[in-house]
């Protein structure tokens, strides 16, 4: 048996030991730390929403155009989408690791884009929004009144006022998004009496919007001699709905969390 080198050549094997750890220490005064290190690729979401229309529909009239006009984007690796009952659409769009998330979500937006002629009107008067962040949600959290003064309607409204505009404040935090139904207006329809008056639900929507607008109204006197003026004024939209939202969500650059 061969002697051991390490042993019989002490002073040489304490110098491999020292130059081992000054290598090391080296290195580790060179690596990059970082609290939450980006092991996650890039990620750029694409959401928006048709109503009224089933998944198939949405596949058909939404996704596949824009899925068509997305891919390919610059350092895409690959793409997913998904579509609900409700109308909601989300497009995820990977990139590779190291990619400018802030450049590839100009990229995506440029792409969606040349998509808007094909979409929809309904969709198009929504908007599509582009947004660079992860699908993954890193912190859920509600608010409730203990003593049972403030009700959900209460609650709703005090997290689209104070609680979400904080959120999005900080730094990282890519979307707030509420975990349930904000203020709106809920109408149902009956076929039988839409049916004898020759009426559609379009027909109901285009009445709701034209009691409902934001517009300039003008003025009087302007173009006159008369030394006053007088703006005139409107009621303009509803403002007492009914909304039953009691938590909020939060989604980050990196990470989704919810708050």
């Given amino acids: 048996m061969k002697n051991n080198i390490f042993i019989n050549k002490y002073v040489m094997a304490c110098a491999i030991a020292i130059v081992i750890t000054l290598v090391g220490f080296i290195c ?44 390919g984007v610059p350092g895409m690796t690959y793409i997913t989408s998904s579509a609900s009952a409700s109308g909601d659409v989300s497009i995820q769009v990977y990139f590779e690791q190291g990619t400018d998330p802030d450049i ?65 404040r900080i730094t990282g935090v890519g979307d707030v998004m509420a975990l349930g139904n904000t203020y709106a207006l809920r109408i149902w329809l009956k076929p039988d009496v839409m049916a004898q008056y020759g009426l559609e639900p379009n027909d109901v929507f285009a009445a709701i919007g034209g009691q409902s607008f934001v517009a300039a109204t003008g003025s009087l006197g302007e173009q006159s001699e008369n030394a006053y003026q007088y703006s005139m004024e409107y009621k303009g939209t509803l403002k007492r709905l009914r909304s039953s939202t009691t938590s909020c969500c939060v989604q980050a650059t990196a990470v989704t969390c919810c708050a």
Wanted: no cysteine.
């Fill in 28 to 71: 580790m005064s060179t690596l990059p730390i970082e609290q939450y290190p980006n092991i996650a690729p890039p990620t750029v979401r694409v959401s928006t929403s048709y109503t009224g229309a089933d998944a198939n529909t949405i596949m058909k009239s939404v996704v596949q155009p824009l899925e068509e006009n997305i891919n």
């Fill in 104 to 168: 590839a979500a100009v990229n995506v937006q440029n792409r969606v884009s040349r998509a808007t002629a094909l979409l929809p009107a309904e969709v198009t008067k929504v908007g599509v929004q582009v947004m660079k962040q992860q699908s993954n949600i890193l912190h859920i959290g509600a608010l409730k009144s203990v003593d049972g003064k403030y009700d959900a309607d209460f609650i709703a409204n005090y997290i689209d006022i104070n609680v979400r505009p904080r959120l999005m």
